[in-house]
């Protein structure tokens, strides 16, 4: 099946700080969103990017499909961005599997 | 409902016990998705419907594991003989349309813990 490798896995910043995280995709996706884990385990929308750029006050993210990777932008970081960013795919030869394949994650911590 | 709904938020049940987990997705999303969450971990699927039917079963772990949406709406996680390796947390989601290409909604999970 597909494999989804996020990095970094860990990312400690201070409040106000902007940040960059990656996933990286083995195969042609039509599906691929992110996601933030709060610290209640609720798994939150943040963008549904098979393929172009999008933003949405302070983040954005960008999907180039043909080099097989995604981008997710944070800038001016709050303690309230901390959590688990988590992104999530579908591929076209998942054999008619349509669920969500997920990377492992980045543990992101924003101290005041 | 507003948005995809889970009960039990925590269920705490003994090693050999039968367990049902309900969700109750978003008013009129055709597909449902069951995840299970071990700690540290991504989220990994197990069973999707399209409307009454398991499209894709294949993420089942083993045998004790079904599900059901008999009415095409809510669906039941159904554990049983519960081991303490199933202890993790129980992630539902729904999406508008059949598909890969749809985005996909999580409830807040129920966390089950086996003792």
């Known amino acids: 099946g597909i494999q989804v490798e996020q990095s970094p896995p860990d990312l400690i910043l201070q409040e106000g700080a902007n940040s960059t995280l990656r996933c990286n995709f083995s195969d042609s996706v039509n599906n691929l969103q992110w996601f933030h884990q709060n610290p209640w385990g609720q798994l939150i929308n943040l963008f549904y990017i098979p393929s172009g750029t999008k933003q949405n006050g302070r983040l954005s993210a960008t999907t180039v499909a043909t080099e097989r990777y995604s981008l997710l932008y944070i800038s001016s970081s709050q303690t309230t961005d901390s959590g688990v960013y988590f992104c999530a795919v579908v591929g076209y030869s998942g054999g008619g599997a349509d669920g969500l394949t997920f990377g492992k994650g980045t543990h992101l911590i924003i101290q005041p | 409902g507003a948005g995809v709904s889970q009960t039990p938020s925590n269920k705490v049940t003994e090693k050999g016990k039968y367990v049902e987990l309900r969700c109750d997705p978003i008013?009129?999303?055709?597909?449902l998705y069951w995840y299970r969450q071990s700690l540290g971990q991504g989220p990994e699927f197990l069973i999707y419907f399209q409307g009454t039917g398991a499209a894709d079963d294949s993420g089942l772990p083993n045998d004790r594991f079904f599900a059901v949406r008999p009415e095409g709406s809510v669906s039941t996680l159904k554990i049983q003989r519960t081991e303490r390796g199933d202890s993790a947390v129980y992630l539902c989601?729904?999406?508008?349309?059949?598909?890969?290409?749809?985005?996909?909604?999580f409830g807040q999970g129920t966390r089950l813990t086996v003792v």
């Open positions: 989601a729904s999406s508008s349309q059949v598909g890969a290409g749809t985005e996909a909604f």
């Open positions: 008013s009129g999303h055709t597909a």
